[in-house]
């Protein structure tokens, strides 16, 4: 991985999506789980055109200064569904059913069968994004532990067995991953938070095995969900200093809509902060000395060696000039603060 400046800047995954790729309207009102059917041009156009999109998710990245850069997550049709329903052992005609976060049932993958990864999924997701741009790049994966609870299991009936045999699919994709390019490769587990007693239970032992034999620098996010579904958000993790002790560099945290209390990040002394300073919930831009000023609040708890600047969430559910516009305050917050440490 290149040298990268201090207080880099990288999205936690996903950006806009272009109107003429995805409908909108209808992402909207769902975060889909299983194959959602959302997506405008017809099969024998759409990789073409998912390519033309993270094309212009790659440039936008670029064009604001941004250090680290992903696809976009601009072939899902959300940052789960792609990989799930991707895997063996999942029933794509007859749905299962879970609460989501806000407590409502949400059609999931059901498992008929044992879960097994028949093939990469991100894998030429990771190529393109490598052929396209000499920046430092992040490809993100579902995480096990989100998986499982994102699924009706009809075969295992044993969540633990479950999310592990989850997190061998997950260990062989990042390990191709890293070998198409990768410099970084986030585990999105969000649903740790919404259940921590059972991320405790199993779901660091299914973290472990994701990681088994990975040698390369491994992020994992953690957020309260989107702002455009969640809006009542905590303002503390019920699961966070627990992954001290795993073997991921990089902990992703949402700290600037829900004004986290940032002490908690004084137990992860040995991890590098992804810390979000961008707000998805308003769509007002930040200015850079807003940006600014969300930074230099964790320099009592973390030194800025150990910080990546970055917005709480996937920007997915923003309107593109909205999402380019905090991008690039976000960029030049980070930009003031580093002058101000003379670096």
Same mark, same amino acid.
């Given at each position: 991985?290149?040298?990268?400046?201090?207080?880099?800047?990288?999205? %936690?995954?996903?950006?806009?999506?272009?109107?003429?790729?995805?409908? +909108?309207?209808?992402?909207?009102?769902? %975060?889909?789980?299983?194959?959602?059917? !959302?997506? !405008?041009?017809?099969?024998? &156009?759409? &990789?073409?055109?998912?390519?033309?999109?993270?094309?212009? $998710?790659?440039?936008?990245?670029?064009?604001?200064? !941004?250090?680290?850069?992903?696809?976009?997550?601009?072939?899902?049709?959300?940052?789960?569904?792609?990989? $799930?329903?991707?895997?063996?052992?999942?029933?794509?005609?007859?749905?299962?059913?879970?609460?989501?976060?806000?407590?409502?049932?949400?059609?999931?993958?059901?498992?008929?069968?044992?879960?097994?990864?028949?093939?990469?999924?991100?894998?030429?997701?990771?190529?393109?994004?490598?052929?396209?741009?000499?920046?430092?790049?992040?490809?993100?994966?579902?995480?096990?532990?989100?998986?499982?609870?994102?699924?009706?299991?009809?075969?295992?009936?044993?969540?633990?067995?479950?999310?592990?045999?989850?997190?061998?699919?997950?260990?062989? &994709?990042?390990?191709?991953?890293?070998?198409?390019?990768?410099?970084?490769?986030?585990?999105?587990?969000?649903?740790?938070?919404?259940?921590? &007693?059972?991320?405790?239970?199993?779901?660091?032992?299914?973290?472990?095995?994701?990681?088994?034999?990975?040698?390369?620098?491994?992020?994992?996010?953690?957020?309260?969900?989107?702002?455009? %579904?969640?809006?009542?958000?905590?303002?503390?993790?019920?699961?966070?200093?627990?992954?001290?002790?795993?073997?991921?560099?990089? %902990?992703?945290?949402?700290?600037?809509?829900?004004?986290?209390?940032? +002490?908690?990040?004084?137990?992860?002394?040995?991890?590098?902060?992804? !810390?979000?300073?961008?707000?998805?919930?308003?769509?007002?831009?930040?200015?850079?000395?807003?940006?600014?000023?969300?930074?230099?609040?964790?320099?009592?708890?973390?030194?800025?060696?150990?910080?990546?600047?970055?917005?709480?969430?996937?920007?997915?559910?923003?309107?593109?000039?909205?999402?380019?516009?905090?991008?690039?305050?976000?960029?030049?917050?980070?930009?003031?603060?580093?002058?101000?440490?003379?670096?």
């Amino acid at each position: 991985m290149s040298a990268l400046p201090l207080l880099p800047t990288a999205l %936690v995954g996903s950006y806009p999506q272009p109107d003429w790729l995805i409908d +909108r309207e209808r992402l909207s009102k769902q %975060v889909p789980r299983v194959v959602a059917n !959302l997506w !405008l041009p017809g099969p024998n &156009e759409l &990789e073409a055109k998912q390519d033309e999109a993270t094309l212009l $998710a790659i440039r936008d990245q670029e064009s604001v200064g !941004l250090d680290i850069v992903t696809d976009g997550e601009q072939r899902r049709e959300s940052y789960s569904n792609r990989f $799930a329903t991707a895997l063996d052992g999942v029933d794509l005609v007859n749905h299962g059913t879970t609460l989501n976060r806000s407590g409502k049932p949400i059609p999931v993958p059901r498992i008929a069968g044992k879960i097994a990864r028949r093939r990469p999924v991100e894998v030429r997701d990771m190529k393109f994004l490598r052929a396209n741009t000499k920046r430092v790049t992040k490809m993100t994966v579902p995480g096990p532990f989100t998986m499982a609870k994102q699924a009706q299991d009809n075969f295992y009936k044993d969540e633990a067995a479950m999310a592990l045999d989850y997190a061998a699919a997950v260990n062989a &994709e990042i390990k191709d991953l890293f070998a198409a390019g990768a410099d970084i490769v986030q585990i999105d587990e969000p649903w740790m938070q919404q259940h921590p &007693e059972k991320a405790r239970q199993y779901g660091l032992k299914t973290l472990e095995r994701a990681l088994d034999g990975v040698t390369g620098t491994i992020a994992i996010h953690l957020c309260f969900g989107y702002a455009a %579904v969640v809006h009542d958000k905590p303002s503390g993790y019920s699961f966070l200093p627990e992954l001290e002790g795993t073997k991921v560099h990089q %902990v992703s945290i949402e700290a600037a809509q829900p004004n986290l209390d940032l +002490r908690v990040l004084r137990d992860l002394p040995s991890k590098t902060i992804i !810390l979000g300073v961008i707000s998805l919930a308003d769509m007002t831009v930040e200015t850079p000395e807003i940006v600014a000023a969300r930074i230099r609040k964790a320099f009592d708890h973390v030194p800025p060696e150990r910080i990546v600047v970055a917005p709480d969430c996937g920007m997915k559910y923003l309107p593109r000039d909205v999402a380019f516009g905090k991008m690039r305050a976000m960029v030049e917050g980070a930009a003031v603060v580093r002058r101000e440490l003379g670096r």
